[in-house]
Every structure is written in C-alpha cells, then in structure tokens.
C-alpha cells in the first residue's frame, strides 16, 4: 500500500510540475489552445493517442473482453481503423487548412471565415454540442479515477473523484494546450509500457495462447455466435458493422482533430502517424487480451472495469501494481485535459467569436470555463454515476456525427452551403441522442452508424451547391 501510495503522488507532483512550466510558454490565445503550432511529431502522436484512448481504453475495452469473451476480438479493427483514417486522410489536410485559414478550433474550422451566414450559428450550436457531450465523456473520466482510488487505495469513491478532479484542473487552468499535450506524451508512454507488461504476465500465467483459446471455447458452439456472440448472421454483421461505427467516429473528436492543427509540418505527421499506429495496436491488442485472460484467472468479478485492478495486484508487487495505477489515471487524465481544454476554447474562443467580439487573450475567461466544466463533470460523476464503456461511448458518438462528416466533406470537396452545414450538425448530434435512448442493436450499429451516414449525405448534397 505504502509504495503504490508513493507513485502515485510522485505522479501527481510531476504532472503539476510540467503544467507550471507549460504556463510559462503561454502569451496568447494561440499558445494557450494550439500551442503556437509547433507540435512536433512525437508528442502530437502520443498526446493525441492518449487523449483519445481514455479509461475507456483500459478500464471500458479489458474490462468489455471480459464480459464478451471471443467477441471483444473486433474492438481491435475497430479502433485501429480509426487511427489510420485519422493520420494518413485527415491530418495532412486539416493542418494545411486549418493553418491558412487561421482557426483555432474544430468549430471555428467548419463554420468558415469572418462573415459566412452560417458562422454565428455553427459556433454556436458546435459549442453547445461540444459542452454536452464533453460534461458526459470527462464526468465518465472523474468516475474512473474514483474507481482507481477506491480499488486501490481503500477511500470513498466520491472523495476520490474529487482528488484526481483537481490535480487534472490544476494542470489545465495553469498550463493549458502545451501541458496537456506534454502530459499526455509521458500518458502515453506509461500506458504503452503498461499495455505490454500486465497482458504478457497474464498470459503467461494462463498458461500461454493455446490454454487461453481452450478456456475461451471451451463450452461455446461454433458458428456466429462464437466470435460475435450473436444468434445470426445478420445480427453478427450488425454487431460487427456496429464497432466499426467506433473507428469511423474519430474525425469528429475535436480533442483529438485539435492536434492535427497544432502539428509542426507534414513531415511531422509523417513521424507521428508511425507512432500513433503502433501506439494503438500495443494498447488494443494488450487489453482485449487482458480481458480475455481475466476470464480465466479471475472468473466472476462483478464488475468487469474492476479487472484491470484486480490483476494488477495478482501478479505484480506492490511498486509495480502503484505504477500500474498510475497508468490507468495516464488514461483518465490524458482524455480529460484535452477534452476540459476543447470545451474551454469552445466558450470563451467559439461564443466569443460568434458574437463579433474577437478573441483577444482570454486566458483568464478560458481558465474559468475550464473550472466550471470540471465542477459540473464532477457532480454528475458523483450524482448520476453510470458504466464507463458506455457513457464514454454515447459522448464519442454524438461528436463523431455532429462534427466527422461536415469535416471529411470540408476537406475533401470544399465548403458546405450555409444551411446545409447547420442541418448537417444539427442531425448528426440529435438523431444520434435520439437513437441512444430509443433503439437497442447489436453492436448498436443503428446509433453509431445512421446518424453518421445521414450527416454525410446531407454535407455532401451542400457541397454540391455552395
């Protein structure tokens, strides 16, 4: 207890460390949301990884292979798919683009120059979809630092969340684009080492590949239900067509996107995209077959997103299990920093904006939004509390549709005519809110997956006439 107890606060104390000197690189507005642009390759590779790849990733996706089994096996496609859509078609153009048009933010890019009809109104709404889903996704982190404190601390969980809540908002309010981006770097890492070293021992202690296949198979019948857990062929390719739905929704996150238009030059996309991918295959692979593993050496665990914990402390000395801990609060942070930054630029760079008024500084107004977001993801952590795979997954999609299809489209074809860009945004986000609550699919490919194709549809019919 004592040496987990001391990693973690000499964690805390470099990540505060590297949020005061990210303060002092901070002059203005661009510094504080992109950092100046000058992100080289390796940290917008694994900063935005990092941010992406949230507790999701390793609480939600281990802890996912664990209930499913055998099915968990196409989380792996799915979100690699993203990764590749995401550095080698999106990240080339929209750091060119976003740098000639001088935007700062994922909003301000789709909503078009000074004096486009539809300016006021898509930075508007952006913001407002943005502050939604971002109170849901950074609530969902706060709730998996209450876990990780609970578990292996032994102290209540809603002072928890309070603890990991405020040493990520310190960093934030303090050192803004550069200290997120530099403290998801060494997330990162942590996570990628973490990713390797817990799945390997697992398995080892299985008793390697073939006796893990055994004790996944052993009881099931062939056919489709075996790798998708479903009774038919058709709701095996929904379930299938579902997760893909995962990877698709990348291009919209703007926590992420937001690196793209940070990043150096092209060459360092090229660096990046090499880092990224390999990043995403060590994470996702190593979780799933964590999950898997924890089937056999742990049986009924109660709640799956427990795993990660409870294995940890099977097979790894209490030094080891402390930074195992902190690699699971490396997810939280990561994904929460960036996203508490993006919803902050939304309000006091995008409102600001709409209105005509320009963005000057604003720090100070930015560092306040970045509080008040952070209260209000705190309370609902701790009065609404809910399953982290799936809060986190309901946020990734109603961003994915408001915001992945009107980009891909701005991109590649041009400018999108005024209404048709509203209309495009406004559906893809309420339409998916609407399915969430409604209809229940396997693999939910219906909410993941029509929302996104009707938002690109109607983007590329106002291509067509801008």
Not at 110 to 123: F, H, K, L, Q, V
Not at 440 to 466: H, I, K, Y
Request: aromatic share 10%; with cysteine.
């Amino acid at each position: 207890m004592t040496g987990v107890l001391t990693t973690l606060i000499l964690y805390q104390i470099l990540m505060l460390g590297i949020g005061w000197w990210a303060s002092r690189r901070n002059s203005d507005s661009e510094d504080y949301y992109l950092g100046g642009r000058k992100l080289g390759g390796m940290v917008a590779a694994l900063s935005a990884s990092a941010s992406s790849s949230s507790a999701w990733s390793l609480l939600g996706v281990s802890g996912a292979a664990f209930s499913w089994g055998l099915p968990a096996i196409w989380l792996i496609p799915a979100t690699l798919s993203g990764f590749i859509i995401n550095w080698f078609l999106v990240a080339p153009r929209m750091s060119r683009q976003s740098r000639a048009s001088g935007a700062l933010t994922l909003t301000e890019f789709i909503a078009g120059p000074p004096g486009d009809p539809a300016r006021t109104t898509i930075m508007r709404l952006g913001a407002l979809v943005i502050l939604f889903s971002f109170t849901f996704y950074i609530a969902a982190q706060f709730q998996a630092a209450g876990k990780t404190f609970a578990s292996v601390l032994d102290i209540q969980q809603n002072a928890a969340i309070i603890v990991g809540a405020a040493v990520v908002l310190a960093y934030v309010w303090l050192g803004g684009f550069w200290a997120a981006s530099v403290t998801d770097s060494v997330q990162g890492v942590l996570m990628a080492l973490s990713a390797l070293l817990l799945p390997l021992l697992a398995l080892a202690a299985v008793g390697g590949p073939q006796e893990l296949l055994a004790g996944l198979t052993a009881g099931s019948d062939s056919g489709p239900g075996l790798w998708t857990g479903q009774a038919s062929i058709p709701a095996a390719i929904g379930f299938v067509l579902g997760l893909f739905g995962i990877g698709l929704g990348y291009p919209g996150q703007p926590h992420v996107v937001n690196r793209f238009m940070a990043i150096r030059d092209q060459r360092a996309i090229v660096h990046g995209r090499r880092i990224a991918v390999s990043w995403a295959v060590i994470i996702y692979t190593g979780m799933v077959l964590l999950g898997w593993c924890g089937r056999i050496l742990v049986g009924d665990l109660g709640d799956g997103e427990q795993l990660l914990f409870s294995l940890a402390t099977l097979l790894l000395p209490a030094a080891l299990a402390g930074v195992m801990v902190s690699a699971i609060l490396s997810a939280i942070m990561s994904t929460a920093d960036s996203q508490l930054l993006v919803a902050a630029s939304s309000v006091s760079h995008d409102l600001r904006n709409s209105r005509g008024s320009g963005s000057g500084n604003g720090l100070t107004q930015a560092r306040w939004v970045v509080l008040m977001i952070g209260i209000l993801a705190v309370l609902l952590a701790i009065v609404f509390p809910d399953n982290i795979f799936n809060r986190v997954l309901f946020a990734w999609q109603a961003l994915a549709a408001a915001f992945g299809p009107l980009l891909m489209v701005t991109l590649w074809r041009g400018p999108v005519s005024p209404s048709w860009r509203i209309t495009a945004l406004a559906t893809g986000f309420f339409l998916t809110v609407i399915l969430s609550w409604t209809i229940q699919s396997p693999g939910d490919w219906v909410e993941r997956l029509v929302p996104l194709a009707l938002a690109l549809a109607l983007a590329l019919l106002g291509s067509r006439r801008a």
